[in-house]
């Protein structure tokens, strides 16, 4: 039998990586103008830093797809939830049902918002319908938004999910798709380690 030839081996690596990717993370930035130089797979990883850990705070600031302002720092005192998505991702559509039923419980001391660097307003907002998400997101075509987190945490996929402490100092972050319960839980450790530790919602 004939040997494969060299350009059908590329081929077929490029649809393998294609595939893995849509079953994890969708995107890579490595932060450092290198294109795909450290990149990491969003595979569901949680990182969490301890008080004495975190670094600066992270004020994000924007406009929402339905032209409302938005600016973490109103929000210092209270926990924050930032997940970065796309409508055409295959894991952020997996991770919106989670997300918008935790964002309707969590109502307490808790604040949720996306970045979204791809969508115009009519994608985006379609995709908030369908999933029932009621919190801002902002575009952020740009990438400055996404920027000023990346400075502080590696934002390594789409989607990745990352935790504020009630100072807006990261305190955790999912990369790639993740869970109501992971997020729950988390939200509860941080909440313990800002002394603001509440009841547990009822689903």
């Known amino acids: 039998m004939p040997r494969p030839r060299p350009a059908r081996l590329a081929a077929l690596a490029a649809v393998l990586?294609?595939?893995?990717l849509a079953l994890t993370g969708c995107t890579s930035s490595s932060g450092n103008g290198g294109g795909?130089?450290?990149f990491v797979q969003g595979d569901g990883s949680v990182k969490t830093w301890t008080p004495s850990e975190r670094s600066k705070p992270v004020t994000l600031?924007?406009?929402a797809f339905d032209g409302t302002k938005v600016d973490t720092s109103a929000w210092r005192g209270d926990v924050v939830v930032v997940n970065t998505w796309y409508?055409?991702?295959?894991?952020?559509?997996?991770e919106?049902?989670?997300?918008?039923s935790l964002a309707s419980s969590?109502?307490?001391?808790?604040h949720f918002v996306g970045i979204n660097s791809t969508d115009d307003a009519g994608a985006a907002e379609a995709f908030q319908r369908t999933f029932k998400i009621t919190y801002p997101s902002i575009s952020d075509k740009s990438g400055s938004v996404v920027a000023t987190l990346q400075g502080v945490v590696p934002v390594q996929a789409v989607p990745t999910t990352v935790v504020l402490?009630?100072?807006g100092r990261v305190a955790a972050r999912v990369?790639?798709?993740?869970?109501?319960?992971?997020?729950?839980d988390l939200i509860s450790d941080v909440r313990a380690s800002d002394g603001t530790a509440t009841a547990a919602p009822t689903s």
């Open 96 to 100: 919106a049902p989670d997300l918008a």
């Open 61 to 63: 600031t924007g406009t």
């Open 87 to 94: 409508a055409g991702c295959a894991p952020c559509r997996k």
């Open 165 to 167: 402490d009630a100072d």
């Open 106 to 110: 969590e109502k307490d001391g808790v």
């Open 36 to 38: 795909n130089l450290g």
């Open 17 to 20: 990586v294609a595939g893995a």
């Open 175 to 184: 990369l790639g798709a993740t869970t109501k319960t992971t997020l729950a």
